[in-house]
Nanobody, 115 residues
Framework: QVQLVESGGGLVQPEGSLSLSCAAS????????MAWYRQVPGKQRELVATITRAGNTNYADSVKGRFTISRDNAKNTVYLQMNSLKPDDTAVYYCNTIIYARDYWGQGTQVTVSS
């Protein structure tokens, strides 16, 4: 069992920055890959970025060069630094990991980019 808790969402103006955090608890020694997803109403959840325990990262094309995923294994926390935010980045952002083929999700945090 793993629990994920996101924090850091909010309202930001276009071209602004925001940082999200996701703290993991429980059987954290089982966690390798961690990911951030986002979802807007009426659309499928979209993969934003992933990071392995070793620090290897991947990004969706829509966020490359603007978002940075990182993690602190000692704190069992993954971060998402979002810069140059656009209105299209508005969504609920979810933290995710997969253990033994089972998805674990946080409760989500709302990010709204608007002037």
């Amino acid at each position: 069992q793993v629990q994920l808790v996101e924090s850091g969402g909010g309202l930001v103006q276009p071209e602004g920055s925001l940082s999200l955090s996701c703290a993991a608890s429980g059987s954290v020694f089982l966690i390798n890959l961690m990911a951030w997803y986002r979802q807007v109403p009426g659309k499928q959840r979209e993969l934003v970025a992933t990071i392995t325990r070793a620090g290897n990262t991947n990004y969706a094309d829509s966020v490359k060069g603007r978002f940075t995923i990182s993690r602190d294994n000692a704190k069992n926390t993954v971060y998402l630094q979002m810069n140059s935010l656009k209105p299209d980045d508005t969504a609920v952002y979810y933290c995710n990991t997969i253990i033994y083929a089972r998805d674990y999700w946080g409760q989500g945090t709302q990010v709204t980019v608007s002037s």
